[in-house]
């Protein structure tokens, strides 16, 4: 008589987890380790940072094997430190700026280990998802949590001022701003912030590009119509006191306060901004608007995993069997209304239901983002960290008028240029 598995006894101590198989009344035990994976992630508070430990637990509870551990700290700025060090984590999320990693071989390419059967596809994601972190057909980083810029609004001020829709260009925008500064003159139309996830954008949106065409991504195109046209539109909104730059908590604590009529921000400082507001007023979110070309753009922002070298094969299979979990339906669903990101699958975004989109704005404008073709991926060459500060730079030096947009553009595409060339460093 074949021997049948009859019962599963999991004891998660001392490391290890033990499997009995009774037949016939005889009682055959395997011990097996436990694998240990160490997850560096920096989510230390809020709706993400529950809903990412109740995820993991979920995880440890259905994977008996496996054990993953959270260690609440910026793995982006120390992860390379503990490689040298000869302690990384096995698993880590990491930002976009993922060039020094590359450099610093610190990285296994995830290819092998989540995609192929029972793995992640890029049918089942997000172009812009899919491809964020993809250098030469590997992918050596897979979004974790994916952000989109977006704008928040007081609805109720916009209603007291007249204005009944949304903008749907940045001309539009315009438009609405200065009739609130007519209406509300101690108030602030917009607050805005000078990085680079939210200046590129409306440059994409009027017809930009990254790179100069043919330049195999070593020049940038900075000098461009698009640019022009981006840098003084915010100067002139700036000039005419209908816009500040503003940061972070800054921002929500002034539009809680009803100081601010439109907010910059990512979907995921929606929930952020509702605690800020605490019910004072009813607030909106729409998406940046279309730009010059006829169309919207956005880039997607936000945290990756990445898999860290110097692990047994053990553990590397153990850290890809949490990556390939992470997107399935069942914890991409959870994380999308609980975290305050949308799902980064489109089967788990089609499964948010309807009722909730229309409660969490911030939420349903980033699933459409995330959707949208015009939406892409960070930019992956080793120095667009240091292109993306210059582009800060200037762009503030511009727009609150230390410089000529001319001056700034000028000095942006010599600087810029210099990174991607390698002839420049920070």
């Not at 016939?24 to 993400?48: F, M």
């Not at 990384?88 to 296994?108: C, K, M, Q, R």
């Not at 006191?241 to 972070?248: L, T």
């Not at 700034?408 to 460093?425: E, M, R």
Request: hydrophobic letters at 40%; aromatic letters at 12%.
């Amino acid at each position: 008589m074949k021997a049948k598995w009859t019962t599963w006894m999991v004891a998660l101590a001392a490391g290890s987890y033990c499997v009995v198989n009774a037949s016939q009344g005889a009682v055959q035990a395997q011990t097996q380790p436990i694998q240990q994976v160490t997850l560096w992630e920096s989510h230390n508070g809020g709706p993400v940072a529950d809903a990412m430990t109740y995820l993991v637990n979920w995880f440890n509870r259905t994977h008996p094997g496996i054990h993953v551990t959270i260690d609440v700290t910026k793995a982006s700025t120390k992860a390379l430190a503990a490689l040298a060090a000869g302690n990384p984590p096995v698993l880590a999320e990491i930002s976009h700026y993922d060039g020094s990693f590359l450099n610093a071989h610190a990285l296994l390419s995830l290819n092998p280990y989540i995609m192929g059967k029972g793995g992640v596809s890029a049918k089942q994601m997000y172009p812009s998802v899919w491809s964020n972190g993809e250098v030469g057909n590997q992918h050596y980083r897979i979004m974790a949590d994916a952000k989109v810029s977006q704008l928040t609004y007081n609805t109720k001020m916009f209603r007291q001022a007249g204005i009944k829709s949304t903008p749907e260009t940045w001309a539009q925008l315009a438009s609405d701003l200065a009739i609130i500064k007519r209406k509300f003159p101690t108030v602030v139309p917009l607050a805005y912030k000078d990085s680079s996830a939210h200046i590129l954008p409306p440059f994409l949106a009027n017809g930009g590009q990254l790179f100069l065409p043919g330049s195999n991504q070593h020049k940038t195109d900075f000098l461009s119509p698009a640019a022009y046209e981006t840098f003084n539109y915010f100067r002139t909104l700036y000039a005419k006191h209908e816009m500040i730059f503003a940061h972070g908590a800054n921002i929500r604590s002034d539009f809680g306060a009803g100081k601010i009529a439109v907010a910059d921000g990512t979907s995921a400082g929606y929930e952020k901004i509702l605690e800020a507001v605490h019910g004072r007023f009813p607030v909106g979110v729409f998406a940046y608007p279309k730009g010059s070309s006829g169309h919207t753009a956005n880039l997607v922002q936000g945290l990756g995993f990445v898999m860290m070298m110097d692990h047994t094969k053990a553990q590397d299979a153990a850290a890809a069997t949490f990556i390939k979990w992470w997107f399935r339906d069942g914890p991409q669903v959870y994380w999308g209304e609980h975290s305050g990101f949308p799902p980064e699958t489109r089967s788990a975004a089609s499964h948010i239901p309807a009722s909730y989109k229309a409660t969490h704005p911030g939420t349903s404008v980033a699933i459409s983002e995330l959707a949208s073709p015009y939406t892409i991926p960070r930019p992956v060459p080793n120095a667009y960290n240091e292109v993306q500060s210059v582009l800060d730079s200037y762009f503030y030096k511009a727009v609150t008028g230390q410089m000529s947009v001319k001056m700034a553009l000028t000095q942006l595409q010599q600087q810029a240029d210099a990174y991607l060339s390698g002839s420049a460093q920070l």
